[in-house]
Each structure stands twice: as structure tokens, then as C-alpha cells.
């Protein structure tokens, strides 16, 4: 069994054991305001390997380096452009992660080969405390199987990645429930490549206007920007989003229904879920329900497709990921 300890605040002794297994090369999944993160030295090459290795992730898709603080994240580029200060200074620590041009001091494999790195200070009392006592910063990738939900609990991390892990720090559900904001600041203009919590209009508040980048990239492409594969965050489950009430027809099989406000008649035998119509409760249960449903064996989801607008943005994007057809 993966060993799994509860961790209570930043003064707990788990973090100490934690930083001795990251020092040494190990690997160790820990909560952060998003997801749960699997950390390892972000400045040693081998343990970063086993990151890989461990959720069966493609070589070409880099990973964020967390950081406890600003200072120490400018060392890891070789340009820290005034927009990147600006937005540090108000929303680091944060969902914001900034993707800047990288300096020596970053492995290649952090980068996935390319010229820029992908930086976050993780506003998580564990997460800081983690990065402060192992004194580098960790790389940590979503603590999930490649293309799989992303974990919001200690559980989800152990079922997705079991032995491959060296210990689970269990800090309870994480907050946010979605990934960070990705925000590239290499180009021209800063191009948003995820979005997440912090919104399009908060940025654009520090540094004004911002580029969204809704390309798709398909298998083999050369990826402008990485790991933005359609098919991601997906449930096991066949995930629909229909228009309210729609959808229910040909209810065979195990099916549940997601609705979002309102629940509206259901044929016997579909369990129906609701959901707030409020964009950040549902992006807080978003993964721990899909999980929910996956392990309770529901073979299709029909979920109410969430409405217009810039505050639905991340649940709009990960539903569709989640519910994109297969294709490799
Ligand atoms: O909230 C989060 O960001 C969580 C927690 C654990 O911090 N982390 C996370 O990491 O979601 P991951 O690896 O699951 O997603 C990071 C995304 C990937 O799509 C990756 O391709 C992209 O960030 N990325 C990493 N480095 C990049 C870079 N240098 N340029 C562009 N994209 C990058
Ligand atoms: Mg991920």
C-alpha cells in the first residue's frame, strides 16, 4: 500500500518526513489550492524522470516548477518582465502560473526540451512549507495518470497512482478544485494557455488586455503550446453535455444526469445530480464528482452545459476536454 499521512497545518512532522523523501529523489504527492501535485526536485533531472514515469506522461509535455516565493522563481529565468512582477505581486501565492523564458538553472526535462519554464508559488500552507523545507523548487505535475481527472482528494491520487508514489500527504479536499490559470508571458502579448481561477478580466485588471488560445492540438502535431491535447481531464465514463432535460431518450445502461440549478424529470433508474449554477462551487465538485461517478460505475454522464460567459470559462474548457472523443 502507498503510504499515506495526514498533514495538519505547515508545522506538521509529515512535512519534514516528506522533504527527506523529495531530497533524496522520491517522489510525494501533496494538496495545493487546485489539485493535488506529484512533487519531486525540480532541479534533479533523475527525480523528475520518475514523475514521468510514473503517470505514463509523453516526454514532450513539460512540467510547472513551484516555488515559495518570488525571489526564488526569477532565478529560475533568465527575464522577469514587469508584467510578471505585477502579477506576482498581487496574486502569487495563487492559481496563476506564469510561463517565462527559462534560465540554465532549469533542467531540460522540466522544460520538455523547450526555452521556457512554467512557474507557480501555491498559496497551500502544506505546499509552502514543503517547497521552504526541502529548500528547491518541486516540480509537480497533477498527481493523476496522464490524460485522467485530476485529483482533489488523497484518495483520488492513491487509485490513480498507488506504488508509483513514495508517500501521499493528505491535507483534505483542495479548495479551487480546478488546475491554475496558465499564462504565457514569452510572446508578444501575454497569451492565456489554461484557463483557471483567476479569470481573463483579473489579469487584464495588472497588465490589461490578454490573448485567450483555444487551438486544438492534435496527436503528432508540433504543439505551440504543450500538454494541450483535446482529450484530458476525462472520467472513465462517456461524458455528454446536453441542453436541460435533453439527452435522456436513450437512457441505457447505468446513467447519470448533471444538472445545474434545477434537475428536471428523470426516467426511472437515472440517478440525477445538481449542481449550483454558481461557476465556482461547480468547479470546486467538478473532479470529486466524476470520480464519484466513475467508481460507483455509471457508464455514461449527461451533464448540463454550463452557460456563456468568462466566469464559466474553466469548467466550460475542462468539460470539453473531459467529454472529447477518444482518438489515439
Ligand atoms: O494547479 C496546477 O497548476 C496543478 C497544481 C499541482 O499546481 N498543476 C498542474 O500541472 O495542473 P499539470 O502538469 O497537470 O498541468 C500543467 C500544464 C500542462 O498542460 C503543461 O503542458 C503546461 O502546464 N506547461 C508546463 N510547462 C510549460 C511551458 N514551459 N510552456 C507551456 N506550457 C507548459
Ligand atoms: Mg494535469
Redesign the pocket.
Known sequence: MTRLLQVTGPEDPAIREAAAILVAGGLVAFP?E????LGADGLNPEAVARIYAAKGRPAT????L?VADVASGRQMVSRWPETARLLAERFWPG?L?L?LS?SEAVPAIV??G?P???L?C?AHPVALALIRAVGRPLA????NRSQHL?PTLAEHVASSLGEAVDLILDGGPTEAGL??T?L?LSGERPRI??P?PISPADLAGFIGPVDLWEGVVQAGDVQP????AERHYAPRARLELVAPGTGLFAAAGQVAYVGLGALPPLPDGVRGVLLPLDAEAVGARLYALLHELDNAGFERILMERPPAGEAWLAVRDRLRRASAKETA
Open positions: 495545493t487546485t489539485v493535488y501535485g509535455n513539460p512540467v510547472i513551484h492559481p502560473t510561463v527559462a522544460r520538455a523547450g521556457t519554464v512554467a507557480r501555491p509537480a505535475p497533477s498527481a485530476s488546475e491554475s496558465i504565457d494557455l489554461r483557471g503550446a504543450p500538454g494541450m
